[in-house]
């Protein structure tokens, strides 16, 4: 029952598959992952730079990132040394679609630009700030 009041939501919210992934990614992501720096975990940025050294091909990054976040293990890791440092990403309980979703949305994004960095990170008021 829940579901169905889910996707009827979204179906008046119109949003589509990259949208939705967006949508995933600065819900969930950005907790751990800041887009161009890396604090508890490495940034989206370094991990995407990994993830398309590897697999230049969209439908391989896409594939490879869902099937790793839907159940990180070591083992599969393109980040050993990220492992070392920060720990073994956790299991986070997404379904395989929603993850190909923000996988793609990542692969999309320039996360480097700043317009994307605005979006996600909405800048502090300025009256806030010390004058010189
Ligand atoms: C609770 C914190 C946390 C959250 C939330 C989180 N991550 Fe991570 N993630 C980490 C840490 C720590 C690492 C580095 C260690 C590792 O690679 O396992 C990592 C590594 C990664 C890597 C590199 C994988 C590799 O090859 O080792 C990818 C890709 C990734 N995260 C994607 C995501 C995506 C996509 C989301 C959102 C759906 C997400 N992460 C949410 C903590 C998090």
């Avoid at 579901?3 to 990614?25: H, N």
């Avoid at 992501?29 to 508890?40: D, G, L, Q, R």
């Avoid at 940034?43 to 990180?72: G, Q």
Wanted: glycine content about 6%.
């Amino acid at each position: 029952m829940r579901k169905i009041i889910v996707w009827t939501l979204l179906g008046i919210l119109q949003l589509d598959a990259k949208e939705m992934g967006e949508l995933y990614f600065s819900g969930n992501c950005v907790t751990c992952h800041h887009p161009v720096k890396t604090i508890s975990a490495p940034s989206v940025v370094e991990f995407k730079k990994r993830y398309t050294n590897a697999f230049s091909d969209k439908k391989e990054f896409v594939n490879y990132m869902s099937k790793w976040v839907l159940k990180p293990t070591e083992k599969g890791s393109l980040m050993h040394d990220a492992i070392q440092k920060h720990g073994l990403m956790p299991e986070l309980g997404f379904d395989e679609e929603t993850l190909r979703e923000i996988a793609s949305y990542i692969y999309d994004t320039d996360f480097t630009k700043k317009g994307e960095l605005d979006s996600l990170f909405p800048k502090k008021s300025l009256s806030n700030r010390p004058l010189h």
